[in-house]
């Protein structure tokens, strides 16, 4: 082999699905088997690029845009959530809908709501373009502003006192934490949620990361160039001081990453599949890895219900009525 060779590899921990990532795939999942092909799905049900083309071949057609959906159709939203115009287009035109938006995000869009009745209005901390911030501002037809970065702050001209602030869910912990001081400090009565809105995969698979990167060499992160959180997951270990990679697969692993560098560290974002991560480890293990060491992380037993009509009763509906 061409490059460095890999002598141990250290396994992030936690890394890999959350439970909203799992619940948007499964819905989509139960949707072909109840309802058949094709069922629709309005933008990538997740971001990742195996997971998507894994459900293109049973039979899911990813669309951005509601005019592409024919008439009587099953449509599904994605993890990332909707903005009130879409879930409005698509109830006008009586789509059958099943809602895959992960509930920390909706739980997210209920807040909104709720304060925006009690007269508030909203910064939201968050990256341009991302549909998860699409789907939250577009919870409100105005009052809600995006700020970036610290210095987006100064630039928001709100209408009144009554702010409240809420995050992307994906976002970098620490960019957030500098974001929010920047805000507290121009808007000392600003409304903070309660419990932050940045969920609990984001913080643990970040955490993580934050606890490996000094002791490897080299960080590798699985996940696809779209994903919000795999992102922020490689740029956390490159502020640590650790190079680090993203890779759709264990095809993108480039020999050279490792000159020199014999101590790869392994993780995951929120949407990348375990049989990613096993296929990247046999490629180190090609490269001359002989011990895969597992960290240890916190233990993360969360799990979303299932939407009406797709829970398990169903299943066993639709399997009894086959057999
Ligand atoms: S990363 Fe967090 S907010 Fe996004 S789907 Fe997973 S649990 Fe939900």
Sequence with gaps: MDGGRVDQVLLAEPRGFCAGVDRAIEIVERALQRFGAPIYVRHEIVHNHFVVNNLKAKGAVFIEDLAEVPAGATLVFSAHGVSKAVRDEARERGFQVFDATCPLVTKVHVEVAKLSREGYEFLMIGH??????????????????????VADVAGVNPRGDKLAVVTQTTMSVDDAAAILAAIRQRFPQVREPKKQDICYATQNRQDAVKLMAPQVDVVIVVGSSTSSNSNRLRELAERLGTPAYMVDSAQDLQPQWFDGRPRAGLTAGAS?????????IERL???????????????????????????????????????
Excluded at 128 to 149: A, C, F, N, R, W
Excluded at 272 to 280: G, K, R, Y
């Design 128 to 149: 341009k373009g991302h549909p998860e911030v699409e789907g939250t501002m577009g919870q409100l037809s105005d009052g809600i502003y995006l700020v970036e970065d």
């Design 272 to 280: 990348a599949p375990d049989i990613l991560v096993q296929q990247v």
């Design 285 to 323: 293990r090609s490269f001359g890895a002989t011990s895969v060491v597992r960290m240890k992380g916190v233990d993360e037993s969360v799990h979303f219900p299932l939407p009406l009509g797709l829970g398990d009763r169903s299943m066993r509906e639709v399997t009894s009525s086959r057999s």
